[in-house]
């Protein structure tokens, strides 16, 4: 007997006292754990208090019989081997236990060498079930491998269809800045050689960032899961982005309420993907050219299991059809002077945490990013996977 078998019980049924004893007896001797019933009524109970992986019966008892009892067995827990017993003249039952899914039968008087091989038989079918569903389980999760990176592959090809178009954007205004540098320098004009380096600087920042942008993108990494207080994390996020928002004049409130207290994160990821929104909003306040004072609002709040994340801005708002776009992969509402990915990757870490993320914005009117999370992340999502997947 292996002991590589879900147990080694057998359940023995049958109505004579003496076969039960002698059967007892011999199954014990081949290395089983056996228990015994005198009626299928008891030997359901038994089934369902010690979960067997074999079942000897005999066909013919009082009241239920063998046949009924095979039937239940198998109605409950389909995978238990069920050996009949059967006399000389039962050959008929012992043929229809069989289209019964019974493993199989033996006649009375019983061998013990009969015995034996038969519950042999059965352990085989376990082990071979068992295998055969180690084998399922590996070949589903490399379907799911295979698929995964199939993604990857197909949006890493799409990423470099789509990104040569930016980057030979950024390369002619690089151009043109070296252009009116090196005119500048010929005629000895201040003024052009500023604005050449001017250009140079914001172009060289550009290509900085989407090349930032791509490698966080592109990059397989194992999520680093910890318990974190909700106030520190968002404190930490606010003073990285509050010196940009300081050089545009634009006001920046932070709403943290201090008995949020802990949640479970990706603390680098989740920092990223809002140091991010947080960057939109400050760029949608400089866009807007208007005399008004700018705005920004960093909330933080505990709502019931999850954690809330607001960031709400006056800046110059989006219409519809930008909103819709606003997660799609290389789409910027900046147009030439964004990458279109730093929302696209927020957007996959939140969703990476079990969370969601909501806009309402409106031409003119501001952006309020609505940011839910899970205190607790599912066990499910703590799968190592790649940030694209």
């Not at 038994?46 to 198998?74: A, H």
């Not at 950024?170 to 500023?194: E, F, M, R, V, W």
């Not at 604005?195 to 990059?219: H, N, Q, S």
């Amino acid at each position: 007997m292996t002991n590589e078998m879900i147990n080694n019980k057998i359940l023995l049924v049958d109505d004579e006292e003496g076969i039960r004893k002698v059967l007892s007896i011999v199954i014990a001797d081949i290395g089983y754990e056996v228990h015994t019933a005198e009626n299928a009524k008891e030997a359901l109970e038994i089934f369902r208090k010690e979960s067997p992986s074999i079942v000897l019966t005999d066909i013919k008892m009082p009241g239920m019989d063998g046949i009924t009892l095979l039937r239940k067995i198998k109605n409950e827990n389909p995978e238990t081997e069920v050996i009949m017993i059967t006399g000389h003249g039962d050959m008929e039952l012992a043929v229809k236990s069989l289209k019964y899914e019974a493993t199989d039968f033996i006649t009375k008087p019983i061998d013990d060498t009969i015995l034996e091989v038969s519950l042999k038989r059965s352990c085989e079918r376990i082990l071979t079930r068992q295998k055969l569903k180690e084998y399922t389980e590996s070949l589903e999760a490399l379907v799911r491998e295979k698929a995964a990176i199939q993604d990857r592959l197909s949006s890493l090809g799409l990423m470099v269809s789509s990104i040569s178009h930016g980057i030979k954007g950024l390369l002619t205004g690089l151009d043109g800045g070296i252009y009116l540098l090196d005119s500048g320098l010929i005629k000895k004009k201040d003024d052009q050689i500023n604005e050449g380096l001017g250009i140079i600087k914001v172009m060289t920042e550009r290509i900085k960032k989407m090349i930032l942008d791509i490698l966080f993108y592109a990059k397989e990494r194992k999520s680093e899961w910890e318990e974190t207080d909700v106030t520190d994390f968002a404190n930490e996020v606010a003073d990285v982005v509050e010196k940009k928002m300081q050089d545009h004049h634009i006001e920046f409130l932070r709403d943290f309420d201090s008995e949020s207290g802990v949640f479970e994160a990706d603390v680098s990821a989740l920092r990223s993907a809002l140091i991010n929104i947080l960057e939109n909003a400050t760029d949608a306040c400089a866009e807007d050219k208007s005399e008004s004072s700018k705005k920004i609002i960093f909330s933080a709040k505990k709502e019931g299991n999850s954690i809330r994340f607001g960031i709400q801005d006056d800046g110059i708002g989006m219409d519809e059809e930008k909103r819709e776009k606003i997660f799609t992969l290389f789409f910027s509402s900046k147009k030439e002077k964004g990458t279109g990915l730093g929302l696209f990757i927020a957007n996959k870490i939140i969703t990476r945490h079990g969370g969601t993320i909501k806009v309402d914005s409106a031409p003119g009117q501001g952006t309020f990013f609505h940011i839910k999370l899970p205190k607790k992340i599912p066990q499910q999502l703590k799968i190592p996977s790649s940030m694209k997947s």
